[in-house]
C-alpha cells in the first residue's frame, strides 16, 4: 500500500483535526493541567468515542469502525498536536487485544471500551527504563488461580481506568490477565510524571487471580504481548510526530513574525539552515512511520523490526524538533505560557514510553548482528 | 500499471533487444564497463559498444521521449521507461550517456529554434557530438549569475573572453553550452545568454585538473577572443538565466524521482561481522548502526516520494531535501566503512579509500548542502529572503 495517505484516511484526518480544534485544542489540556487534574476528560473521551476514535482499528463486524491500524495511527497525530489527553492509545491497544484473543469471550468488555465506559490501561514495565524482556511479576500457582507479586511502573491512563491489563510471567510462561482495580493486595497510586498526564504505578501484594481472569499464557501470551509493544511503539511515535509537526510548524511562523535588529529572524541564514534540517528530518520520519503502518494492517513479515525503526526515528526528530523550537524561540522559549514547553515535556515523556532511541538502536542492531 | 497496450510494447522492445543487441553489451566487465560518452573524439572500448549505439540510434532509442524528427523515436515517457527497463534486463549500459542527452537536449526542446533543433539534436542523439558544460567560473560557484565571461558583439558574431570552471569533461568534448554575458547594460541576471560554442573554435584552450580522489574529469577553459554565431545563442539573447533555472529544477525533478539510494552496496552491519565480529568497538557499531538503519529510512523516504509522485503530488523542495541527507549519508558511510577497513583501508585506489576521497564532492557540487537548505528555507517553509 501506498505511503501517502489515501482519500479516506484524508478525511478521517481533516474531521478529527477540525473536530479537536473546536473541542479540545492545546489550551483544553493545559485548563486541565492548572486545575491539578490528570485524569482524561470524560466529555472529551465520550465525543471521541461518539465519533468512532475508540474502535477505529476493530473490525465493523466487531462494531467498530473498521478503518484499521493505520488509521488509527494518524489519529493519534491528531491527537499530538493538540495534546489531547484521552485513554486513545490504552483503549485501541487493548481492543485489539481483546478482539485478536476471542471476541465472543471478551465482546461486552470490547462494547464498553469502544462506547467509551469502560476504560483499561496496561501495565507491564517493571523497571524505569524500557524492558520488556525482563519481567519479573510473579504470578505462582495457587488454588484454582494465581497468587501475584511485585510492582508496575509506567501504567498510562491508570487513574481512570476500570480494570488493568497486567503481563506477567507464571511457571509456563508468559502470562497476561485482568484485573480489575478493587481487587485485593492491588494498589495503585498516581506519579507525578512531567507532562501532567495519568501516570499510575501498581503494587501486587499477594494478589489472587482467579482463572477467569486470565487472558493468555505461554505462546498465545508472548504472540499478543509482541503485538501490543508493535502497536503502541506505533501509536506514540506517531503521536511523538504529530507533536514535533505542530511545534514545528509553530517555530516556523515565529521565525517569519519576530523581528529583532530590523529584520524578521527567519531571514537569518543560520536559522534558515536550522529550521530546514528539522524539516528533513520530519519528511524522514514521516516517510518511516507511514511505511510501519502500512506494515502493521499487512501484518507483514518483519514489521516488529519497522515498528522498532519508527519508534527511533520519531523520538529522535521530536527531541531534536522540540529542543530547536524552544531554543528558536528564545526567551519565550522557556516560559510556561507558551505551548511550546508542553510540547517538549510530553515529547520527553512518550520517548521513554516503549522504548528511546537508544532501546531500539539496540534492538535492531542485535537483530542486524545475529541474522 | 501494466497495460495491453504497454505489455505489447515491451515484448516488441525485448525481441528487438534479443535480436539486435551484440554480446559485448551484455554485462560487460571490468574495462569494458564503461559509459559509451559518444563524440568526435571517443575511442570505443570495443566494435559492440559502436554496433549498439549506431543501432540503438537507429530506433531513436539514445534519446527514446524525443520526437523524431530531432532523433529520438517520439516515446511516451512510460514507454521510454520500458525500453531502459528492457536494456537493464539484458544487463546492457544506456547506449550512449553524457550532457548533450541529459542537459542540453530538454533545454534545446523547450527553448531552441526549430533550425537550431534540427541541427544539434540529431548529432546529439547518433552520438557524433560529445557535449560539456560552461557555467562556473572562478568568481562565480554558488552564485552564478556572477559570471563573468563576456560576449561582445561584432557583426554577425560574439567576440567571448572568459574563462570557464568545473567543466565536467570538457577536454574529451566537442561542444560546450555555456552561460556568457553578452548584455552588458542589463541587470546581473537579465545579462546572460545562453551559448553554444564549438570547442574546436581559435582560442579555446581546455585543460583537466586534478581532485583529491586522484580524478581529472573536470577541465578549466579558456576563451581569448572567440568568435561565437550569434545564431547560436538558445532561447534569446539576455534569457540565458531562465534557460538554465529551468535546466536546474529539471535536474533537481529528475534526481527527485529517479533517486536511488547513492551508496547501493555492501551492508555495514555484514562488513562489521565478517572483519570485527564480537571484537567491534560498541562506539563502532553505534556508527555503523546510525549509517544502517538511516539507509533503511531513507529508502522507504525514496518509496514515500515516488508514491507522491504516483498520486500527483509533487513536493519542489524533495529532490533538494534527497541531495542534503543522502549526500551527508553517503559521506558518513564512507567514513565508516574506511574505519571497518583500517589500513586495508587506506592503500590508494582501494574502492574504500576511493569512496572516502568521493564522497566530499557530493556535498558540494550540483548545488551546495548549503544552497540546498535555503532552497528549502525559502520554498517549502516561507522564510524571508535576506
Same mark, same amino acid.
Given at each position: 500500500?501506498?505511503?501517502?495517505?489515501?482519500?479516506?484516511?484524508?478525511?478521517?484526518?481533516?474531521?478529527?483535526?477540525?473536530?479537536?480544534?473546536?473541542?479540545?485544542?492545546?489550551?483544553?489540556?493545559?485548563?486541565?493541567?492548572?486545575?491539578?487534574?490528570?485524569?482524561?476528560?470524560?466529555?472529551?473521551?465520550?465525543?471521541?468515542?461518539?465519533?468512532?476514535?475508540?474502535?477505529?482499528?476493530?473490525?465493523?463486524?466487531?462494531?467498530?469502525?473498521?478503518?484499521?491500524?493505520?488509521?488509527?495511527?494518524?489519529? &493519534?497525530?491528531?491527537?499530538?498536536?493538540?495534546?489531547?489527553?484521552?485513554?486513545?492509545?490504552?483503549?485501541?491497544?487493548?481492543?485489539?487485544?481483546?478482539?485478536?484473543?476471542?471476541?465472543?469471550?471478551?465482546?461486552?468488555?470490547?462494547?464498553?471500551?469502544?462506547?467509551?465506559?469502560?476504560?483499561?490501561?496496561?501495565?507491564?514495565?517493571?523497571?524505569?527504563?524500557?524492558?520488556?524482556?525482563?519481567?519479573?511479576?510473579?504470578?505462582?500457582?495457587?488454588?484454582?488461580?494465581?497468587?501475584?507479586?511485585?510492582?508496575?511502573?509506567?501504567?498510562?491512563?491508570?487513574?481512570?481506568?476500570?480494570?488493568?491489563?497486567?503481563?506477567?510471567?507464571?511457571?509456563?510462561?508468559?502470562?497476561?490477565?485482568?484485573?480489575?482495580?478493587?481487587?485485593?493486595?492491588?494498589?495503585?497510586?498516581?506519579?507525578?510524571?512531567?507532562?501532567?498526564?495519568?501516570?499510575?504505578?501498581?503494587?501486587?501484594?499477594?494478589?489472587?487471580?482467579? %482463572?477467569?481472569?486470565?487472558?493468555?499464557?505461554?505462546?498465545?501470551?508472548?504472540? &499478543?504481548?509482541?503485538?501490543?509493544?508493535?502497536?503502541?511503539?506505533?501509536?506514540?511515535?506517531?503521536?511523538?510526530?504529530?507533536?514535533?509537526?505542530?511545534?514545528?510548524?509553530?517555530?516556523?511562523?515565529? !521565525?517569519?513574525?519576530?523581528?529583532?535588529?530590523?529584520?524578521?529572524?527567519?531571514?537569518?541564514?543560520?536559522?534558515?539552515?536550522?529550521?530546514?534540517?528539522?524539516?528533513?528530518?520530519?519528511?524522514?520520519?514521516?516517510?518511516?512511520?507511514?511505511?510501519?503502518?502500512?506494515?502493521?494492517?499487512?501484518?507483514?513479515?518483519?514489521?516488529?523490526?519497522?515498528?522498532?525503526?519508527?519508534?527511533?526515528?520519531?523520538? %529522535?526528530?521530536?527531541?531534536?524538533?522540540?529542543?530547536?523550537?524552544? %531554543?528558536?524561540?528564545?526567551?519565550?522559549?522557556?516560559?510556561?505560557?507558551?505551548?511550546?514547553?508542553?510540547?517538549?515535556?510530553?515529547?520527553?515523556?512518550?520517548?521513554?514510553?516503549?522504548?528511546?532511541?537508544?532501546?531500539?538502536?539496540?534492538? !535492531?542492531?542485535?537483530?542486524?548482528?545475529?541474522? | 500499471?501494466?497495460?495491453?497496450?504497454?505489455?505489447?510494447?515491451?515484448?516488441?522492445?525485448?525481441?528487438?533487444?534479443?535480436?539486435?543487441?551484440?554480446?559485448?553489451?551484455?554485462?560487460?566487465?571490468?574495462?569494458?564497463?564503461?559509459?559509451?560518452?559518444?563524440?568526435?573524439?571517443?575511442?570505443?572500448?570495443?566494435?559492440?559498444?559502436?554496433?549498439?549505439?549506431?543501432?540503438?540510434?537507429?530506433?531513436?532509442?539514445?534519446?527514446?521521449?524525443?520526437?523524431?524528427?530531432?532523433?529520438?523515436?517520439?516515446?511516451?515517457?512510460?514507454?521510454?521507461?520500458?525500453?531502459?527497463?528492457?536494456?537493464?534486463?539484458?544487463? =546492457?549500459?544506456?547506449?550512449?550517456?553524457?550532457?548533450?542527452?541529459?542537459?542540453?537536449?530538454?533545454?534545446?526542446?523547450?527553448?531552441?529554434?526549430?533550425?537550431?533543433?534540427?541541427? +544539434?539534436?540529431?548529432?546529439?542523439?547518433?552520438?557524433?557530438?560529445?557535449?560539456?558544460?560552461?557555467?562556473?567560473?572562478?568568481?562565480?560557484?554558488?552564485?552564478?549569475?556572477?559570471?563573468?565571461?563576456?560576449?561582445?558583439?561584432?557583426?554577425?558574431?560574439?567576440?567571448?573572453?572568459?574563462?570557464?570552471?568545473?567543466?565536467?569533461?570538457?577536454?574529451?568534448?566537442?561542444?560546450?553550452? =555555456?552561460?556568457?554575458?553578452?548584455?552588458?547594460?542589463?541587470?546581473?541576471?537579465?545579462?546572460?545568454? +545562453?551559448?553554444?560554442?564549438?570547442?574546436?573554435?581559435?582560442?579555446?584552450?581546455?585543460?583537466?585538473?586534478?581532485?583529491?580522489?586522484?580524478?581529472?574529469? +573536470?577541465?578549466?577553459?579558456?576563451?581569448?577572443?572567440?568568435?561565437?554565431?550569434?545564431?547560436?545563442?538558445?532561447?534569446?539573447?539576455?534569457?540565458?538565466?531562465?534557460?538554465?533555472?529551468?535546466?536546474?529544477?529539471?535536474?533537481?525533478?529528475?534526481?527527485?524521482?529517479? *533517486?536511488?539510494?547513492?551508496?547501493?552496496?555492501?551492508?555495514?552491519?555484514?562488513?562489521?561481522?565478517?572483519?570485527?565480529?564480537?571484537?567491534?568497538?560498541?562506539?563502532?557499531?553505534?556508527?555503523?548502526?546510525?549509517?544502517?538503519?538511516?539507509?533503511?529510512?531513507?529508502?522507504?523516504?525514496?518509496?514515500?516520494?515516488?508514491?507522491?509522485?504516483?498520486?500527483?503530488?509533487?513536493?519542489?523542495?524533495?529532490?533538494?531535501?534527497?541531495?542534503?541527507?543522502?549526500?551527508?549519508?553517503?559521506?558518513?558511510?564512507?567514513?565508516?566503512?574506511?574505519?571497518?577497513?583500517?589500513?586495508?583501508?587506506?592503500?590508494?585506489?582501494?574502492?574504500?579509500?576511493?569512496?572516502?576521497?568521493?564522497?566530499?564532492?557530493?556535498?558540494?557540487?550540483?548545488?551546495?548542502?548549503?544552497?540546498?537548505?535555503?532552497?528549502? *528555507?525559502?520554498?517549502?517553509?516561507?522564510?524571508?529572503?535576506?
Amino acid at each position: 500500500m501506498a505511503l501517502t495517505q489515501n482519500e479516506d484516511e484524508r478525511m478521517l484526518v481533516n474531521s478529527v483535526a477540525s473536530f479537536l480544534d473546536d473541542c479540545a485544542p492545546v489550551s483544553t489540556f493545559r485548563a486541565q493541567r492548572d486545575r491539578g487534574v490528570v485524569e482524561p476528560c470524560s466529555e472529551l473521551w465520550s465525543q471521541m468515542c461518539e465519533l468512532g476514535l475508540a474502535g477505529i482499528g476493530l473490525p465493523e463486524a466487531e462494531g467498530g469502525s473498521g478503518a484499521g491500524l493505520a488509521a488509527a495511527c494518524l489519529v &493519534a497525530e491528531q491527537l499530538g498536536r493538540v495534546l489531547a489527553a484521552s485513554p486513545y492509545g490504552s483503549t485501541v491497544v487493548c481492543v485489539d487485544l481483546l478482539n485478536r484473543l476471542d471476541q465472543g469471550t471478551h465482546r461486552e468488555l470490547i462494547h464498553g471500551l469502544v462506547e467509551g465506559h469502560t476504560r483499561l490501561a496496561i501495565a507491564f514495565e517493571e523497571s524505569a527504563r524500557h524492558a520488556p524482556e525482563s519481567l519479573s511479576l510473579t504470578c505462582v500457582s495457587d488454588g484454582g488461580g494465581l497468587r501475584l507479586n511485585g510492582r508496575k511502573r509506567m501504567v498510562a491512563d491508570g487513574s481512570a481506568a476500570s480494570h488493568y491489563v497486567v503481563v506477567g510471567r507464571g511457571e509456563d510462561g508468559l502470562l497476561i490477565v485482568l484485573l480489575p482495580k478493587e481487587t485485593a493486595g492491588l494498589t495503585a497510586h498516581r506519579v507525578d510524571f512531567i507532562d501532567s498526564r495519568d501516570w499510575v504505578e501498581l503494587e501486587f501484594a499477594d494478589v489472587f487471580v482467579p %482463572q477467569s481472569a486470565i487472558l493468555c499464557r505461554g505462546e498465545t501470551a508472548e504472540k &499478543a504481548f509482541a503485538r501490543l509493544l508493535d502497536y503502541s511503539r506505533a501509536l506514540y511515535a506517531f503521536e511523538l510526530l504529530g507533536i514535533a509537526q505542530e511545534s514545528f510548524d509553530r517555530t516556523v511562523e515565529y !521565525l517569519g513574525q519576530r523581528e529583532q535588529f530590523g529584520v524578521k529572524i527567519g531571514s537569518f541564514q543560520a536559522l534558515q539552515h536550522r529550521a530546514a534540517r528539522l524539516y528533513i528530518a520530519l519528511e524522514v520520519s514521516r516517510s518511516v512511520l507511514m511505511k510501519a503502518a502500512r506494515g502493521l494492517d499487512d501484518e507483514c513479515s518483519g514489521v516488529d523490526a519497522l515498528v522498532s525503526l519508527a519508534k527511533l526515528s520519531a523520538t %529522535q526528530t521530536a527531541r531534536w524538533v522540540l529542543d530547536e523550537s524552544i %531554543q528558536m524561540h528564545g526567551g519565550a522559549g522557556v516560559t510556561d505560557e507558551l505551548d511550546i514547553g508542553l510540547f517538549f515535556k510530553r515529547v520527553r515523556t512518550l520517548g521513554e514510553l516503549y522504548g528511546d532511541e537508544a532501546f531500539h538502536r539496540q534492538r !535492531l542492531t542485535r537483530k542486524k548482528m545475529t541474522e | 500499471m501494466p497495460t495491453v497496450e504497454t505489455e505489447a510494447f515491451r515484448a516488441q522492445v525485448r525481441a528487438w533487444v534479443e535480436k539486435n543487441a551484440p554480446e559485448g553489451i551484455r554485462n560487460p566487465k571490468g574495462s569494458l564497463d564503461v559509459t559509451c560518452w559518444g563524440g568526435r573524439h571517443y575511442s570505443y572500448v570495443s566494435e559492440d559498444q559502436k554496433i549498439w549505439l549506431d543501432r540503438c540510434a537507429e530506433q531513436g532509442w539514445t534519446v527514446p521521449t524525443w520526437p523524431e524528427p530531432y532523433g529520438g523515436a517520439g516515446l511516451t515517457p512510460e514507454q521510454g521507461r520500458i525500453v531502459e527497463q528492457e536494456f537493464a534486463r539484458i544487463g =546492457a549500459k544506456r547506449p550512449l550517456d553524457n550532457h548533450g542527452i541529459w542537459m542540453l537536449g530538454p533545454a534545446l526542446l523547450k527553448y531552441g529554434s526549430e533550425a537550431q533543433k534540427r541541427h +544539434f539534436l540529431p548529432q546529439i542523439a547518433r552520438g557524433e557530438i560529445r557535449w560539456a558544460q560552461g557555467y562556473s567560473e572562478p568568481e562565480a560557484g554558488s552564485d552564478l549569475a556572477n559570471i563573468k565571461t563576456r560576449g561582445v558583439i561584432d557583426g554577425d558574431y560574439f567576440i567571448v573572453n572568459g574563462s570557464k570552471l568545473w567543466s565536467t569533461y570538457a577536454h574529451e568534448s566537442d561542444w560546450l553550452f =555555456a552561460l556568457v554575458r553578452t548584455e552588458p547594460d542589463a541587470s546581473k541576471h537579465a545579462g546572460i545568454s +545562453f551559448l553554444l560554442i564549438d570547442l574546436d573554435s581559435p582560442g579555446i584552450e581546455v585543460s583537466s585538473y586534478e581532485l583529491i580522489n586522484g580524478q581529472n574529469h +573536470f577541465a578549466q577553459i579558456f576563451f581569448d577572443d572567440v568568435r561565437v554565431p550569434i545564431s547560436q545563442v538558445v532561447g534569446g539573447r539576455g534569457q540565458g538565466w531562465e534557460v538554465t533555472r529551468y535546466l536546474l529544477q529539471h535536474e533537481r525533478a529528475m534526481i527527485g524521482e529517479r *533517486a536511488q539510494n547513492p551508496q547501493a552496496g555492501k551492508n555495514l552491519f555484514e562488513v562489521a561481522r565478517q572483519r570485527q565480529g564480537d571484537s567491534i568497538e560498541p562506539s563502532l557499531l553505534e556508527r555503523v548502526a546510525d549509517v544502517e538503519l538511516d539507509r533503511w529510512a531513507f529508502d522507504i523516504w525514496l518509496e514515500r516520494i515516488r508514491d507522491q509522485a504516483k498520486a500527483g503530488e509533487h513536493n519542489p523542495v524533495s529532490a533538494s531535501a534527497l541531495k542534503v541527507f543522502g549526500t551527508e549519508l553517503g559521506k558518513r558511510r564512507s567514513e565508516v566503512l574506511l574505519s571497518l577497513e583500517g589500513a586495508d583501508g587506506l592503500v590508494n585506489e582501494s574502492s574504500a579509500a576511493d569512496a572516502w576521497l568521493s564522497w566530499p564532492m557530493s556535498t558540494v557540487g550540483g548545488g551546495t548542502t548549503e544552497i540546498q537548505l535555503n532552497i528549502i *528555507a525559502k520554498r517549502a517553509l516561507g522564510l524571508p529572503g535576506t
